[in-house]
């Protein structure tokens, strides 16, 4: 693709009703030039048929956090109030932004309109994105604004005391940041987000995208407000056994309680859902089948860490949909992929493939 074809792609993504004096006036062209260059365009597969419909591959578009997490692993019993002797660790992650990379390594196309700031850590942040292959070209970049970070302490089980996060950065996305990313949410097969957005931007993705197939992760409870008066347009939710508690106004204490805030989630218009009850496994319930597949649990061999574990889950959901899995198969592919991220002490495992992931699939069911 030439540097020209490339400007009127991008503005014809911008909007993909533009006429061709338009774009003529702003790349100041010929018309008849702009009309060559679609025609190449056209020819090479990047747009079709009428008002320059973008051709769509099977993708998924992320709206969501992106953080820089910084890890502290004890070696030893956790002393409060005290220094404890151990190792720190830096690393890539925030929901939207894991489960974009897990997707990418799983072999699966993602887009990811996030936001981060000006600092040092958000130049990190990106170029480490950039590596792996997360295109960055969708980011808001708010030049007087820290990274989003957040902060973990695990003790000697590799198991997560206390976490402390800073994403106010998050606040600075806009409506109008969105909008501009108009073409891409419309044509994707799958809409992901987080609530880590703001409830502003939260209300206008439902609002203003109604038919797209919206996956959600509620993240936690402090959050999961954002999205109760939006049950009834969401296809997938992943949510633990405290959100699920929220989202359904009642207590779980038991698994035959997650069972019943299932139903009840259910029957706020959820499509499906998945509550995970940490070693209990997840329970799966969907309301377009009365599949009964009980609670899908697996063992990690050893603990590298839990940060990051349930993104890779979600992250297996969305694979196992759009690669129109049977439906029995999505939750222990999505365990599996879980699995792996939990023997790994990155939040996102390096090296997670497809064929990794299928092959853990069928070493624990």
């Known amino acids: ?51 320059y419909v973008l051709e769509q591959d099977h993708y998924v578009t992320i709206v969501g956090s992106s953080n820089v997490d910084i890890q502290g692993f004890s070696n030893h019993k956790v002393v409060n109030s005290d220094s404890n002797i151990g ?30 700031g000006g600092d040092q850590n958000s130049s990190y942040l990106l170029n480490e994105c950039n590596q792996i292959g997360i295109d960055t070209s969708h980011f808001l970049i708010v030049e007087n604004k820290n990274a989003s970070t957040y902060m973990a302490i695990l003790n000697e089980q590799r198991e997560m005391l206390l976490a402390v996060n800073d994403m106010s950065v998050m606040d600075e996305m ?12 419309k044509h994707s097969n799958i809409l992901f987000l987080d609530t880590g957005l703001s409830s502003t931007i939260i209300d206008m993705l439902f609002a203003e995208y109604p038919t ?46 997650a069972q019943k805030a299932a139903d009840i989630i259910l029957e706020k218009g959820v499509k499906r859902v998945f509550i995970t009850f940490g070693a ?70 390096p090296q997670v493939t497809y064929d990794r992931t299928y092959q853990k699939m069928r070493e624990l069911f």
């Open 1 to 51: 693709m030439t540097k020209r074809e490339r400007q009127i792609l991008k503005l014809i993504e911008e909007n993909p009703m533009i006429m061709q004096k338009d774009l003529a006036q702003r790349l100041q062209i010929t018309r008849s030039s702009v009309a060559v260059h679609i025609r190449n365009l056209t020819i090479k597969g990047y747009v079709k048929g009428k008002g």
């Open 87 to 116: 190792q720190i660790r830096l690393s890539m992650g925030g929901v939207g932004r894991n489960v974009t990379e897990n997707l990418i390594r799983l072999g699966q196309e993602a887009k990811l309109i996030s936001v981060t």
């Open 174 to 185: 806009t409506p109008e940041f969105i909008r501009s990313k108009t073409s891409y949410i």
């Open 212 to 257: 797209s197939n919206f996956f959600v992760d509620a993240v936690s409870v402090n959050r999961a407000p954002r999205i109760i008066k939006h049950l009834s347009k969401i296809h997938t939710l992943k949510c633990n056994a405290l959100e699920a508690a929220f989202l359904a106004d009642m207590t779980i204490r038991t698994m035959k309680d």
């Open 280 to 349: 209990k496994g997840v329970f799966r319930k969907a309301s377009y089948d009365d599949l009964q597949l009980g609670w899908v649990r697996a063992k990690a061999e050893h603990i590298g860490s839990v940060t990051g574990a349930g993104d890779a889950f979600m992250a297996g959901v969305i694979y196992g949909t759009i690669k129109c899995m049977r439906e029995d198969q999505i939750p222990k592919f999505a365990t599996a992929l879980s699995v792996l991220t939990l023997e790994a002490e990155q939040t996102v495992n």
